[in-house]
């Protein structure tokens, strides 16, 4: 059990012994903490033996100092084809453990090896609530059990799935498989399988007390719902008009980004991460290039960095809007969304001269971005952010005044900080239950701590508080573009690095060395180095997070994609219990998600 | 060739008769023309979507319900919740294992004429997302009318494909009644796209500049709806 020495600072470096030492001391040398792993991204990575997992869970959660309060990810890896395993405990399959402590601003990955003949678990639901979901596709995805777990059932495949579609054995692309057909004995089970019986859910269909008997009403919303913003599907179990719960049901949307990850080149799998959440465009791809840089060791030019913060922040404006006037419409006001895609029609516009994409730009680059600022781009920005604050203004008094919009969310789908914080909900859902927590101010990167801005909370966690912290975020923004502008730096746009891609067209045609060069990093990509690396970003929604795996190939061996919608939408039905079914689409409204985003 | 008395409708020969007061007054509300045709024109000029969308192109679909692009001069504004009331289908986005069960059930809920625009490359093929859990184009399972190419086709190439189905929409005939007449659908036979611009696009020679960027002005009214800016497109 050895620390390497990596590219750490000293504190850090200093906080992952202390926290290795504290866990150490906890597990004894009984030899339950198998091994530590140094990582890439620095965040303390420790292999525990499975009989001590629910031990040790426990422990960092509650008996720790300064404990680990947030289960931010869990997901598995098949670890069968894995060449460059570093000497690392592995068995056939790897469980692993995100946690994350406010209090430290540490993260902390828990591993568990597994093995053929005893692919199961202890189920965590009773410390974290959100781990139910996460337990789910696991099941679903690698054919994991998790003892203990009430309702372990595929989650995004539909039930009738055969296989487990994240194993290596499992076929990638539908066209190894055969053309796709509907027959009409097909559609018949796939729409019986898609039936709701509420007895699977532990619902009880009626209501037996003393002085009142009653059935329950099941409504069925979705998955093709105005109110639903895309297909999620939700049963809504009624007493009256009240919701007494909700079974979200998802997977509609699934796109298997992740299997699709390990297919396609490092460089060849950016486009693919636009669409992950499709409204926010490069804030995508930020954490999945940072993670490839950080395996990659390159680090990016001051003006590539300021160029990403810039175009970032555009999408967040961008995806707040469109966030913004669905809101607004979702609570009965239909006008705000005509003005609100207006605006964003305008930074599309920029974002088109900019990248020469609308949704999907497309634009950064493993070291950099794709090309350098077209001449004349300050012109357009400077209109935009001169002209826009006082729309926002206009804003603040057609929606956020407005009270009938206030009557509908004000006090509705209230989500406590505890809460917030057990279910693993990030940005500005977060931050609307008062805890300034925003990845760009408390762990910056791509340059964010030169930047001067604020983060915006508000205090009770309902829906018009989600809708004030969102609001205020436009202004930091614009606030971020702003100093942007008046201090690009100049330089390059990407990085001098040989790893990073596409190389540079300049430094080719000097020789046949050079020329093969080029040629082989334009057309298979780079090869990283084996190793490990994480990187969370503040997106549009909450915390996004790429977990690379590379094998030292030019493929990814496992890329974990952790996303906001995720958790946000399995807390609906803890926000809208008790409240009318009216109020059902102002909760969902308000929480800021992109069935993409969700499903991947 | 259709024959209206008002001037208000393409490929419309007006026809000037008389010379008093009457004649006009009559001729602006009073048309003649066969029912088929005049079937045609309406059901072509009130093309109702079906308010259903899978995933990113869903998103430029209903860009181009809002003002800068305002379908609504096509009349084909009128979202409509049910399928029951909607007379195209846009398959908007990827088509997902799990929602082709779905995607069958509103089509066969949708009453006739209903037809279908595939939006996008995932819809068209698959598209980038050769997966698992991709159906590899909409038209395994339910016809297609038009196809859309892009990802995403920005809010003109809807467009674009709305005027496309309207042109194959009003030039189809179908029965009156089930008394007389042929029975059976007439439809035109649509020309493909990349044929008929396929001269245009080889004569092309000049390309804007990706590095340096014309002067656009973001407020101008193109971008409709602030304060002085006008409502584009209507003529
Ligand atoms: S074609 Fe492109 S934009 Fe449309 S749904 Fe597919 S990935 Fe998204």
Known sequence: MTLRASALSDASIAEQSGLLSELMAHCGSDGSLVAVQTTKDGIPTVWIKRQQLRDVLRYVKSELSRPFSMLFDLSATDERLRRNHDGLPIGTFTVFYHLFSFDRNQSLRIKVALDDESLSLPSIIDLWPNADWYEREIFDMFGIRFEGHPFLRRLLMPSWWDGYPLRKDHPSRATEVGMFQLPPDKLDMTQDALQFKPEDWGLPRTYHDRDSDFDYMFINLGPAHTGTHGVLRLVAQLAGEEIVNIVPDIGFHHRSQEKIAERQTWHTFIPYTDRIDYLQGVLNEMPYCLAVERLAGITVPPRAQAIRVMMSEFYRIASHLVWYGTFAGDVGALSPVFYMFNDRERILSIVEAVCGGRMHPNWFRIGGVARDLPIGWDQLVRQFIDWFPERLDDYERLVMDNPILKQRTVGIGVLSREDAIAWGATGPMLRACGLPWDLRKVRPYSGYEQFDFEVPTASNGDCYDRAVVHMLELRQSLRIIRQCLDSMPAGPYTSLDPLATPPLKQHTMQDIETLINHFVGVSWGPVLPPGEAEVSTESSKGQTSYYLTSDGSQFSYRTRIRTPSFAHIQMVPLMARGELLSDLLAVLGSVDYVLSDVDR | ?235
């Not at chain 2, 308010?51 to 869903?58: D, H, I, P």
């Not at chain 2, 009453?111 to 859990?133: H, K, Q, T």
């Not at chain 2, 396929?198 to 709806?225: K, N, W």
């Open chain 2, 1 to 235: 060739m259709t024959e209206w008395r008002s001037g208000r409708l393409e490929g419309v020969r007006v026809t000037e008769g008389g010379d008093g007061p009457l004649t006009s007054v009559v001729g602006q509300s009073v048309l003649f023309a066969k029912l088929q045709d005049l079937l045609a024109w309406g059901r072509k000029n009130s093309l109702w979507p079906l308010n259903f969308g899978l995933s990113c192109c869903f998103v430029e679909m209903a860009t181009s319900f809002t003002s800068v692009y305002d379908v609504a001069r096509f009349g084909a504004e009128v979202a409509r919740g049910s399928p029951r009331q909607a007379d195209v289908l846009v398959v908007s986005g990827t088509v997902f294992l799990k929602v082709a069960p779905v995607i069958k059930q509103l089509y066969e809920q949708m009453l006739e004429p209903r037809w279908v625009i595939s939006m996008g490359s995932c819809s068209n093929s698959g598209g980038m997302f050769d997966a698992y859990s991709v159906v590899q184009g909409v038209d395994k399972f339910i016809p297609v009318d038009v196809y859309m190419p892009g990802c995403p086709p920005p809010p003109h190439a809807f467009m674009e494909c709305l005027l496309l189905l309207q042109s194959m929409v009003g030039s189809e005939r179908r029965p009156l009644s089930v008394h007389f007449g042929p029975q059976d659908v007439q439809r035109p036979i649509m020309p493909s796209m990349r044929d008929a611009k396929r001269a245009e696009r080889m004569g092309q020679r000049e390309y804007p500049s990706i590095d340096v960027l014309p002067r656009t002005d973001l407020l101008s009214s193109h971008f409709a709806g602030q304060p002085g800016g006008r409502s584009k497109g209507k003529s």
